[in-house]
């Protein structure tokens, strides 16, 4: 029998820390620190969502009058009585068996007794002290050598749905800079079109606040109000409709679905109840009207079947993409694979809970064929990991939000800081790697 080797002390676990943060809608958070015998630390920050899939891992909270009942202290107390004894001593770079080491621990299937919010925070400061220890970035610890390239970015630019209170039914009206080469243009031409569309909402008297993930909250009367306003804006900002500029959607239909019905605020400026295929008709309509080049949850996360014939009517230049009824699960994209619905799919890994599982997830899209867009949530922090996995892990879209509010810059900056550090620069992945072509 073989002896195993020590683990040396650049990568053996000395420490693992947890304190209470606050995210960007001013709610407690968990953040961790990972720090190995020689000194490495990882740094990472728990986000939370505000529309969820049923299938994701759950955040541990409080309960109980403070914060909303929203306060994390059990979640912390966790790290230090259970995570940090049962890690401590182990290999920083050994990801799956630490990852796979806390799932044992927490003992439930959707991470409810540790919570998602400690696990994945752990996780992610994991990943970062083991690449400390290897002196790199974490993108480059993930990239391991190989090439790696800056994604194309999407990002908001009206927020509605859960993110603006319902304002509008769909969740995110956003902006992909389709004809855009680098990193550096396609943000240049997000912030124009940014610009132009709020000021076409001051002139227009339709300017209501910011979302929460810092997209404009319009007062429109009907949905396709805002799809006309996103075209005169990027026209505004003196680009083209679908050349330079596309549109993306993520209408969040689990929202405001169940059972195959759905209740719209404002369908035509009056409240309608749709059946599944007549939701997918007007959605079919929008895409033959205006620039989509993707859309998200375009039917609820119950809707299977309503799933997979829209992706079959839509076509397979559309990128269909799947969230809800997904949740970063590679068992539930293969599933949805099986009966066609969807050819995308977010990767959150707040989730699935640990990074492990996430890249489980973004394996399955690509052994299918599927696109995969790394996420970000509406309640975030400065942290910045998901670039670094976005570039590291080779995926070749990014969702962060709006091009507002320093959570969401600190994304977008910290892509241009990445890169001056690339073989490539800031060039995107080639037109041609993308589905809409």
């Known amino acids: 029998m073989t002896a195993t080797a020590p683990v040396p002390p650049t990568r053996r676990i000395a420490a693992v820390r947890a304190?209470?943060?606050?995210?960007?809608?001013?709610?407690?958070?968990?953040?961790?620190?990972?720090?190995?015998?020689a000194g490495a630390r990882g740094r990472a920050i728990a986000p939370a969502g505000a529309s969820t899939g049923s299938g994701e891992a759950v955040d541990l909270r409080d309960g109980g009058p403070a914060f909303g009942g929203l306060d994390v202290r059990r979640a912390i107390s966790g790290i230090e009585r259970e995570i940090a004894p049962a890690l401590r001593g182990l290999d920083v770079a050994d990801q799956a068996a630490l990852d796979a080491r806390m799932i044992a621990l927490d003992g439930t299937s959707d991470r409810s007794r540790l919570g998602g919010n400690a696990l994945v925070a752990t996780s992610m400061a994991i990943a970062h002290a083991a690449a400390a220890a290897r002196g790199l970035p974490l993108w480059a610890a993930l990239a391991d050598g190989g090439p790696a390239v800056l994604p194309l970015p999407e990002i908001q630019v009206f927020g509605g749905g859960a993110h603006a209170g319902g304002r509008l039914d769909l969740q995110d009206f956003m902006v992909v800079a389709v004809g855009a080469d680098d990193w550096r243009t396609a943000l240049d031409r997000t912030a124009e079109v940014y610009r132009a569309a709020g000021r076409l909402l001051v002139e227009a008297g339709r300017l209501q606040g910011v979302a929460d993930e810092g997209g404009f909250w319009p007062a429109f009367d009907d949905n396709e109000q805002a799809l006309t306003m996103l075209v005169r804006a990027i026209e505004a900002a003196g680009l083209r409709p679908g050349e330079?500029?596309?549109?993306?959607?993520?209408?969040?239909?689990?929202?405001?679905?169940?059972?195959?019905?759905?209740?719209?605020?404002?369908?035509?400026?009056?409240?309608?109840?749709?059946?599944?295929?007549?939701?997918?008709?007007?959605?079919?309509?929008?895409?033959?009207r205006y620039p989509i080049?993707?859309?998200?949850?375009?039917?609820?996360?119950?809707?299977?079947?309503?799933?997979?014939?829209?992706?079959?009517?839509?076509?397979?230049?559309?990128?269909?993409?799947?969230?809800?009824?997904?949740?970063?699960?590679?068992?539930?994209?293969?599933?949805?694979?099986?009966?066609?619905?969807?050819?995308?799919?977010?990767?959150?890994?707040?989730?699935?809970?640990?990074?492990?599982?996430?890249?489980?997830?973004?394996?399955?899209?690509?052994?299918?064929?599927?696109?995969?867009?790394?996420?970000?949530?509406?309640?975030?922090?400065?942290?910045?990991?998901?670039?670094?996995?976005?570039?590291?892990?080779?995926?070749?879209?990014?969702?962060?939000?709006?091009?507002?509010?320093?959570?969401?810059?600190?994304?977008?900056?910290?892509?241009?800081?990445?890169?001056?550090?690339?073989?490539?620069?800031?060039?995107?992945?080639?037109?041609?790697?993308?589905?809409?072509?």
């Not at 993520?250 to 195959?260: K, L, V, Y």
């Not at 998200?296 to 559309?318: C, I, M, S, Y």
Request: hydrophobic share 45%.
């Open 19 to 37: 304190r209470r943060v606050w995210d960007s809608r001013g709610r407690p958070t968990v953040e961790v620190d990972v720090e190995t015998e």
């Open 244 to 288: 330079d500029v596309a549109i993306s959607l993520d209408i969040a239909a689990s929202n405001f679905g169940r059972g195959g019905r759905y209740r719209l605020a404002r369908a035509d400026g009056t409240p309608r109840e749709l059946a599944s295929a007549e939701l997918a008709e007007l959605l079919l309509g929008w895409l033959r």
């Open 293 to 437: 080049v993707s859309i998200e949850d375009p039917l609820a996360e119950d809707d299977p079947e309503g799933l997979a014939a829209f992706t079959a009517a839509a076509g397979p230049r559309v990128q269909v993409v799947l969230d809800d009824a997904v949740v970063t699960s590679a068992a539930r994209i293969r599933a949805h694979a099986a009966r066609g619905a969807g050819n995308a799919a977010l990767i959150k890994p707040n989730q699935a809970g640990t990074l492990t599982e996430s890249l489980a997830a973004l394996e399955a899209t690509r052994e299918l064929g599927w696109d995969a867009i790394v996420s970000a949530r509406s309640g975030e922090t400065e942290d910045t990991t998901i670039v670094h996995l976005a570039v590291g892990w080779g995926v070749r879209q990014l969702k962060v939000g709006s091009f507002a509010r320093s959570e969401r810059m600190a994304k977008w900056n910290e892509g241009l800081r990445i890169g001056e550090s690339l073989a490539g620069g800031f060039a995107l992945p080639p037109r041609s790697a993308f589905r809409w072509r």
